[in-house]
């Protein structure tokens, strides 16, 4: 078998293991649905509207992906738009909510993770990590933004989620540790799509060309805000689709891969001076103190890349060149590429031995870092509307009842010739998007390894002191 064709059999291999099942989804939009019920149940939520965001929207996701979800508050709840007056309310909504769910006893790790700039509570169900956080209008648009530009070409959802995987086999996706967060990777295939040649993607200011985080703060209905932002998306995208003069790149997704690991080889070079600029769709000179300078597109002059601290770049670059040396070499096989791009739960998945040529070392699945301990780190964009279809000169379309979603095993689409699917990976917009935080974080941690009997008397005396606590705020 040749080298391509190897690498190209492997990459499939590494998606086909990766990618979330049927029954995945399915587990997914049972939670949202879940915790939709419970949040309507409390008077405090009144209005509110539970929405999905992130990779799990954009269609980014993997199955060991986190779920992110976000509870919209009517407009109006915030008396003050003082940054702290709002940060505030949405701590003390966090802390009712993270108590009835501790009330419950029905999920698993709980905790409250508040000191950050989007404070959030953690859960685990049904196997699956899920972040809740309160109203992030910009990290949900950015998510519906990746969901439509992985529309526009089939390949880069295949692509995010491959250069996702290796960057945690070579163990530079950890932003906790000091290296790329994963909307960070994202926008490094969003700039290397747009920098091939012949293009796959525009530069994004030609999809958006305003500020978007700088329009959601303006004052009026939000949802006339995003509607114009949604159809001046669609309308640029159609006429992006329809220019038959425009080249048409057609390198497979191996080929793909090799130029991708080609262009970012020296990177710790290019960054002490270049910044990279999806926006514009090309490298910049940018005076920037960070390691790294990868501007947020729809958030300038915010950078998606701050975790990254200068002490990994060595890492990094070497990472990209000894991947590129062998993903470009002809003597490569199936069995010596695996373990270079994939961790060994992946190998595992596809019943595979790791062959000792793989550069990975140890169990990437936790945090061990030999950075400093207090580095910020940043949670993949968040966002919603998994529900929200791109339609030129459209109006946004109903959402699906949870009803309809878990019978139809609902994965958010796009009206387009390809099938987008959080981020937001934010792994936490992961989403897996472009939240920084310091971890800093109050454990509340509960599950059904105590017994019920147990937990019941200290549940009822923490909720009692927690309600009284919230009852003085809003006094307050």
């Keep these: 078998m040749g080298a391509s064709r190897a690498l190209e059999q492997t990459l499939d291999d590494i998606l086909s293991a990766i990618k979330p099942s049927q029954e995945n989804l399915l587990a997914r939009n049972q939670i949202i649905d879940e915790l939709r019920t419970i949040v309507h149940s409390m008077n405090i939520f009144r209005g509110a509207i539970v929405e999905p965001f992130g990779s799990f929207v954009s269609g980014l996701s993997t199955r060991w992906g986190d779920l992110d979800i976000s509870i919209e508050l009517p407009q109006d709840t915030y008396i003050s738009t003082s940054k702290t007056q709002k940060k505030r309310t949405s ?21 409250f993770v508040q000191h950050v700039r989007v404070p959030i509570v953690k859960f685990k169900s049904r196997g699956i990590s899920c972040d809740v956080s309160i109203d992030n209008p910009s990290g949900q648009m950015k998510s519906k933004l990746l969901l439509w530009i992985k529309g526009m070409d089939e390949r880069f959802g295949d692509m995010v989620l491959l250069v996702k995987e290796w960057a945690k086999a070579q163990e530079i996706n950890n932003p906790m540790c000091g290296s790329f967060n994963s909307y960070g990777l994202t926008l490094l295939v969003i700039f290397h799509f747009q920098t091939c040649v012949p293009a796959i993607l525009p530069p994004l200011k030609d999809i958006y060309p305003g500020d978007i985080a700088s329009d959601l703060k303006v004052k ?18 159609a006429k992006w689709k329809s220019n038959r003069y425009r080249p048409v790149n057609r390198s497979s997704l191996s080929e793909l891969s090799v130029s991708f690991f080609s262009k970012f080889s020296d990177i710790s070079r290019k960054a002490k001076d270049l910044g990279i600029c999806p926006y514009k769709g090309k490298w910049e000179a940018l005076s920037s103190n960070d390691a790294i300078f990868i501007e947020d597109p729809f958030e300038p002059p915010l950078n998606a890349a701050k975790t990254v601290k200068p002490s990994l770049m060595r890492k990094i670059s070497e990472a990209f060149e000894t991947t590129y040396q062998r993903v470009s070499s002809t ?7 695996l373990p270079g791009l994939a961790r060994p739960r ?3 998945a596809l019943a595979r031995t790791p062959s000792t040529a793989g550069s990975y070392s140890g169990n990437h699945d936790t945090t061990n870092c030999s950075v400093l301990s207090n580095v910020a780190s940043s949670s993949q964009v968040q966002q919603q509307f998994q529900n929200m279809t791109l339609q030129p000169h459209g109006m946004i379309q109903k959402s699906p009842t949870g009803d309809d979603r878990i019978q139809s095993g609902y994965v958010p689409t796009l009206e387009s010739e390809t099938h987008p699917n959080k981020e937001s990976e934010t792994d ?34 923490f909720i009692f002191l927690s309600l009284l606590f919230l009852f003085e705020f809003f006094l307050s």
């Design 91 to 111: 701590v003390a909504l966090l802390w009712a909510l993270l108590l009835i769910l501790k009330a419950l006893g029905r999920f698993n790790k709980l905790q």
């Design 220 to 237: 009026g209905v939000r949802a006339d805000v995003v509607r114009n932002i949604t159809e001046t998306c669609a309308a640029n995208i």
């Design 331 to 337: 003597y490569e096989t199936e069995a010596s590429l």
């Design 346 to 348: 992946v190998l595992k």
């Design 428 to 461: 936490s917009v992961d989403a897996e998007i472009g939240s920084e935080s310091e971890t800093d974080s109050v454990d509340a941690e509960i599950g059904p390894d105590q017994p019920v009997e147990k937990r019941r008397p200290v549940c009822v005396l």
